[in-house]
């Protein structure tokens, strides 16, 4: 995985969390991906959701190897590790959340969550194809004109239904809500993974795509909760016409504040301010 992420620096690109990061505020996209400014500090987030992802990933590659998931001694150890190492790490303070306002807190709901996680995934009628794949794609234009940039993105999991044969495209996600049906349907990131496992020739140019979102949710008592979707052809357009306006805004340079609810943590806030 590492050798083709390397690839992509050589190439211009766009990913969707680039796409999302442009759309939510463009000028923390310009702070971020233009100037590479240094963050004031880190959301605990962010560390905390690549932590339980690493975990995850560790599960469904045991499932590959050996038929059966990682024991959740081995996934919780990971997490603890990869989280702690992000946590003590001196160049960039942590900022943590009310429900769990330290490293302790945070590490102990991070072991609840992939305790669920461990309890209720159930594989049952399917078969792991991979899980963390690199995947990338050219951009067309609405018109069917190829630009020069490339999608890029990292699939959490690929599922094959054994007596269908049909993929299911799966992301994991904490989240401390419930994932309404209209976020899942109009998410951007499974158009983005449609358009890519097309793309890729996983499935035929207007074939649909079946996606899930696996969300552990950040409670008192956490439980795991299924979001189904699917993305066509005309989603995949949709993505297209998206990234390509999205691209054009930053060519052009457009970079304006937005003002929203992710404004409380974001790590350029001052920059913001000064701006």
């Known amino acids: 995985m590492k050798e083709a992420l390397q690839q992509y620096q050589n190439q211009l690109h766009i990913s969707h969390s680039q796409i999302f990061c442009y759309l939510a505020c463009s000028l923390k996209y310009q702070f971020q991906y233009v100037q590479k400014s240094a963050p004031q500090h880190l959301s605990v987030a962010l560390p905390f959701g690549k932590a339980i992802h690493q975990a995850i990933e560790k599960y469904y590659q045991s499932v590959m190897d050996t038929g059966e998931g990682a024991p959740v001694e081995i996934m919780q150890e990971l997490f603890t590790e990869s989280l702690s190492l992000a946590i003590d790490d001196p160049t960039t303070p942590i900022l943590f959340k009310k429900e769990a306002p330290d490293k302790d807190s945070i590490i102990e709901m991070g072991l609840q969550l992939l305790q669920v996680f461990h309890d209720e995934v159930d594989l049952t009628g399917y078969e792991v194809v991979g899980t963390e794949i690199p995947l990338s794609a050219t951009l067309y234009t609405e018109h069917g004109d190829a630009t020069d940039f490339k999608l890029v993105g990292i699939l959490d999991v690929l599922l094959t239904d054994q007596e269908s044969g049909e993929l299911l495209v799966v992301d994991n996600k904490t989240a401390k809500q419930a994932m309404a049906q209209s976020a899942t349907d109009e998410n951007l990131q499974m158009s983005a993974y449609s358009y890519l496992l097309a ?5 035929f140019p207007r074939a649909e795509v079946k996606c899930r979102f696996d969300v552990l949710r950040k409670l008192k008592k956490p439980k795991m909760e299924y979001s189904y979707t699917f993305r066509t052809a005309d989603h995949r357009k949709r993505f297209a016409k998206i990234a390509s ?10 970079f304006v504040p937005q003002q929203s609810w992710m ?13």
């Open 199 to 203: 793309s890729n020739k996983y499935v």
């Open 263 to 275: 404004c409380f943590d974001c790590q350029y806030k001052d920059a913001c301010n000064n701006w």
């Open 245 to 254: 306006a999205v691209l054009a805004g930053i060519e052009n340079r457009i």
